[in-house]
């Protein structure tokens, strides 16, 4: 069976049955996984996520219609599963790398899987409260949503704590997948009730009013072919709270995990109306300078770089000592490189930032000070881009031949680091811990073979040093200004 022919089976049973029921179903899957996840680890939960966003967008909304049930959301998960592997199979046909198979399924997968603690919302408050201009982004989202950021980072530590009490505290299952009374009886207690109010409304699909939910779930993704939607699942994380007449449902925690990390990026960048990359760019550079100074590591900024080689253009903004190399880019993937991750549609975003990076800030510098081959290049960003580390990284991004040839001049690419802030902390957080340079943690694994290497620089550090409570003091700093 085609694709189209698939699909067009799936939307069929969608428009079918019930949409209450449809969505009933499927949300008491995805609890049912959610609560014993050991015995579902091999099922794509993330499929139910695309099905959701087809389900809301294809529904006819007759009121009487067939319910569905298990038997018929399992026959929709099958469906689904062959429209995937169908164009897994076409793509290997098509002699795609599986460099570009895995970062396909990275894209899919990885972003709900990261977990989320106390840390991730330090980070958000130190990264848009103490990282740049505070009332910028605190106006626009005031704008947006009616929320000032202090409030959202609150209210969203709050429902954290929340759904995830049974595995803070270690209780019996207690979890139900529902937003309920207690709940809002906190959120209106601790904060003004326009903003409990606020918060919970633009997190929501209301199935109530489905024509806003069609128009919400349709504001997800410029991507129109369904088969590759299906490789963008995190999307709905911008709306994890589903509202079935008058219960708040959570779709999965998972997914919340995902909303609690990039919310704020996500909703400012859509109305920003300057240089967002830019702007976020130099709040990293802000982020980043904060560690430094905490582990009175010895740098050159930009200006002092600048100063030092002579040079007014491709620089970068850290040098370290032990030649360690550092600039920061407020870049992220849009939709096309993470569902199309071909080498072409990657350097095509990437060629004015992470590409530029390599291509032209790193080598010139090392050109400049004469470097020996084992210095590293680290390129920061606040947003996950699953483009790894190492040698296959630098040959997915750069296919030129002249261009690999004149990096190589000046530099290893098996000494090449993508990392987004959370990787940043916790590289930065080891070496406090143990009284180590980056190059001390880094190095051994820049030695070891492609087999070997793991997909994130944190696994590595989780390998060999374990999973040190943090000690850094900006972000321990910045948690107990969120007052709750």
């Known amino acids: ?42 099922m794509p939960y993330w499929h139910l996520f695309s099905l959701l966003r087809w389900t809301i967008i294809y529904s006819s909304g007759k009121i009487i219609l067939p319910d569905s049930n298990r038997i018929h959301i399992i026959s929709l998960l099958n469906l689904i599963n062959e429209l995937e592997d169908l164009h897994q199979k076409e793509r290997l046909s098509e002699k795609k790398t599986w460099s570009e198979i895995f970062h ?26 103490d990282s740049g201009e505070d009332s910028l982004f605190d106006k626009l989202l005031l704008q947006i949503l009616g929320i000032p950021i202090s409030e959202f980072i609150k209210l969203s530590l709050i429902t954290y704590l929340y759904i995830n009490f049974d595995q803070i505290e270690q209780k019996e299952q207690n979890y139900n997948g529902r937003l309920n009374n207690d709940y809002f009886q906190v959120i209106k207690k601790l904060l003004a ?7 919970i409304n633009s997190l929501t699909i209301d199935l109530n009013n489905l024509e806003e939910s069609k128009k919400r779930i349709k504001s997800l993704s410029k991507i129109n072919n369904p088969t590759l939607q299906l490789f963008e699942p995190y999307k709905l994380s911008l709306f994890p709270i589903i509202k079935i007449k008058n219960e708040y ?46 582990l009175r590591i010895k740098y050159l900024n930009e200006k002092e770089i600048e100063e030092k080689v002579g040079i007014k253009s491709k620089l970068i903004d850290f040098l370290l000592d032990n030649e360690v190399m550092i600039e920061c880019k407020g870049i992220e993937l849009p939709s096309l490189p993470s569902v199309a991750p071909t080498s072409d549609n990657i350097s095509k975003y990437l060629k004015d930032s992470i590409l530029k ?32 580390f190492g040698k296959n990284t630098f040959e997915n991004l750069i296919s030129d031949p002249s261009d690999r040839k004149n990096f190589q001049k000046y530099l290893d690419p098996q000494r090449i680091f993508i990392l987004p802030l959370e990787e940043w902390d916790i590289l ?43 000690e850094l003091n900006y972000l321990n700093e910045a948690y107990k200004r969120i007052k709750l």
């Open 193 to 199: 009730w326009n903003f409990a109010d606020n918060y």
């Open 357 to 388: 990076a390599l291509k032209d800030q790193f080598t010139a510098v090392a050109n400049k000070l004469c470097f020996s081959k084992k210095a590293i290049c680290i390129i920061i960003t606040l947003k996950e881009l699953n483009l790894g």
């Open 1 to 42: 069976m085609k694709n189209e022919n698939i699909f067009k089976s799936i939307q069929y049973e969608i428009r079918g049955r019930s949409i209450y029921s449809l969505v009933s179903e499927q949300l008491n899957v995805l609890l049912q996984i959610d609560l014993d996840q050991k015995r579902y680890i091999s």
């Open 249 to 294: 449902r959570i779709i999965h925690r998972n997914l919340f995990n995902v909303n609690f990390r990039n919310y704020l990026y996500d909703v400012l960048k859509s109305t920003y109306k300057g240089d967002f990359t830019q702007i976020i760019g130099k709040r990293v550079e802000n982020y980043v300078k904060k560690g430094l100074d905490e």
């Open 104 to 129: 396909l399924i990275a894209n899919q997968q990885f972003e709900q899987q990261i977990p989320v603690d106390k840390y991730t919302f330090a980070r958000q408050y130190c990264f848009y409260m």
């Open 428 to 470: 930065l957080n080891t070496c406090k811990v143990n009284s180590l340079k980056i190059n001390d943690v880094l190095d051994p694994v820049i030695d070891l073979d492609s087999i070997n290497r793991k997909k994130f620089i944190s696994m590595h550090i989780f390998e060999k040093y374990g999973r040190n409570n943090f």
